[in-house]
């Protein structure tokens, strides 16, 4: 998508995997982040990595770190406003959002949400997969594609103390696509969020 930059925000305090940086930890071999910019930087025009903290420790990486432009660990929110900053600074009017422990999203996520997007001119489009567990569709705020048009809206939202994705995505007309999870594997958005959730990651990525 030549319109779209692509933006893993790796934010998060990884609290449960006992702190640090959640996307460096190994699967198969590799970064988490190493698998999740292989799958996101053939779908956008560019990627960046949204973290706080020493930008060093991403050095070999080879993307550009954008920390957050609003101070207080404001969440993932303020990675994407952050994205939405540089990438109307590179001329884009699109960002799309990853999250930098879901290291098995779909192939064609950019371009189905901004198929979607484009269909009904809206703003923001989130991803959903199913969940057998609640039986229903469940949204994944951190994966979306985000007009940066939205940037001042945004912005202000965070100041006001806005935090939560879908509250405020559904208050700028949002919309949803559903990624189906084929039978037998593992949701494609599953992320890693504990050292048993890195187990199960590690026998995904060997099959």
Known sequence: MNDVMGVVLAGGLATRMGGGDKSLLSLSGQPILSHVLDRLTPQVSSVVLNANGPPE?????????????????????????????EAKSQGLSWIASVAGDSPFFPDDFVNRCYQAASDV?????LASSYDPDHDRWMRHPTFGLW??????????????????IVMWTDSV??????????????????????????????QRAVK
């Open 57 to 85: 420790r991403f050095a070999t990486f080879g993307v550009s770190v954008i920390a957050d432009q609003l101070t207080g660990h404001l969440g993932p929110l303020a990675g994407v406003h952050a994205a939405m900053i």
């Open 121 to 125: 001119s809206a703003p923001v489009v």
């Open 147 to 164: 007009s940066v048009d939205l940037c001042d809206a945004l912005g202000d939202a965070l100041l006001k103390g806005v935090r939560k």
């Open 173 to 202: 007309g949002g919309i949803t696509v559903e990624f189906p999870t084929p039978e037998g594997a593992l949701d494609p958005f599953f992320n890693v969020n504990t050292p048993e959730d890195l187990q199960v990651a590690n």
